[in-house]
């Protein structure tokens, strides 16, 4: 039995998915898995994600999406396959590991420190005695969106969209991935406002944030200028679907 199982979307990372770091972490604990999503990747993706899983079979597994369907689908399909295993922990992460594998821990801690608490969100906050490496424009932009998302749920939530999540193998956990997000890019905050919705007036134990200790920002982003100016739209549809502050 996995005592906790990551889920990692991947889509043509080839170039850059070294399987070095996922065979430490694994090795490191054999109560640790991996589920690999390939959302229909057209290079050698699938033969580094082979490499890794002949290294270590009995922990890794490779779900393979026939086409394309964008990261929000390949983490729901990842996640339904993880939180169906007799698992305590599931989450997802970056296959660029902008969030090192070694930050799963303090979210994992969290967990384990509040068992009312059914999820972990990783938080890239810039203090003193943290390394959050990232450019000044994504940061002011990422500030911008997170005070939107922070309106649309009537949250006080500081970062929806790091890509390192944990959550605890519940039922509530379970029905917020049953079914496809209608948002592509910011499913991060559908999600929030699914489990918010759930736990009601017990959001603030139930969901919490983790300030990382390290996070470095990877390459470019995929996202185009028309995502950021459909996002507004995108908040206010979410805010209208989870009014759970509004009932």
């Not at 929000?72 to 090192?100: C, K, N, W």
């Not at 969290?110 to 490496?133: T, Y």
Request: hydrophobic content about 45%; overall charge positive; proline content about 5%.
């Amino acid at each position: 039995m996995s005592d906790l199982i990551l889920v990692v979307p991947v889509y043509n990372e080839a170039s850059r998915l070294d399987p070095a770091p996922w065979l430490e972490f694994l090795a490191a604990d054999r109560s640790r898995a991996l589920i690999f999503v390939d959302d229909g990747s057209g290079d050698g993706t699938l033969a580094v994600l082979e490499t890794i899983r002949a290294a270590a079979p009995a922990q890794t597994s490779i779900l393979g999406l026939p086409e394309n369907r964008g990261k929000a689908e390949a983490v729901r399909h990842g996640m339904l396959q993880a939180l169906a295993a007799t698992v305590r922990y599931a989450g997802f992460i970056d296959a660029d590991l902008s969030a090192p594998l070694s930050e799963v821990s303090l979210l994992q801690v969290e967990l384990d420190a509040r068992p009312a608490a059914s999820a972990a969100f990783g938080s890239r906050v810039k203090l003193l005695g943290r390394q959050i490496v990232r450019s000044e424009r994504r940061h002011y932009l990422g500030r911008i969106f997170a005070t939107c998302a922070s309106f649309a749920l009537s949250l006080p939530v500081y970062d929806t969209q790091c890509g390192l999540k944990l959550f605890r193998n519940t039922p509530d956990v379970r029905a917020a991935f049953a079914t496809a997000f209608r948002s592509k890019w910011i499913f991060d905050v559908e999600l929030l406002a699914r489990l918010a919705d759930s736990a009601g007036a017990d959001v603030a134990s139930r969901i919490r944030e983790v300030p990382l200790q390290h996070w470095e920002e990877r390459g470019s982003s995929r996202l185009r200028m028309r995502d950021f100016l459909l996002a507004p739209f995108e908040l206010a549809r979410i805010r209208r679907l989870y009014p759970y502050r509004r009932r």
